[in-house]
């Protein structure tokens, strides 16, 4: 059993930074890949960047890629999506979510947090 507690979010303007954080209570985190999603109002939940156990790959979607890095700290069980350039279209809840295995993953993601609302105006 893996709980994900995020944190971080909040309102910024445009072309300004966030930087999320998710704690892991797993003691085996490094045992798990891990991702972030995000759901804005009226939208289906997306993908947006997920990172291996290792740390050592990462995967972005397109709409964040450039601006958006994915980290991880198996000292400190947290993962971190820091957020620079943000959008107003970034507006949305911010999910973290682990899944057990060493690849980077996209889908089938197990435990999720609950998580943390970021508004980015325009």
């Known amino acids: 059993q893996v709980q994900l507690v995020e944190s971080g979010g909040g309102l910024m303007q445009a072309g300004g930074s966030l930087r999320l954080s998710c704690a892991a209570s797993?003691?085996?985190?490094?045992?798990?890949?891990m991702g972030w999603f995000r759901q804005a109002p009226g939208k289906e939940r997306e993908f947006v960047a997920a990172?291996?156990?290792?740390?050592?790959?990462?995967y972005y979607a397109n709409s964040v890629k450039g601006r958006f890095t994915i980290s991880r700290d198996k000292a400190e069980n947290t993962v971190c999506l820091q957020m620079n350039s943000l959008k107003p279209e970034d507006t949305a809840v911010y999910y973290c979510?682990?899944?057990?295995?060493?690849?980077?993953?996209?889908?089938?993601?197990?435990?999720w947090g609950q998580g943390t609302q970021v508004t980015v105006s325009s």
């Open positions: 990172i291996s156990w290792s740390g050592g790959s990462t």
């Open positions: 979510a682990a899944k057990y295995g060493a690849l980077v993953y996209r889908t089938g993601y197990t435990y």
């Open positions: 797993a003691r085996t985190f490094s045992a798990y890949g």
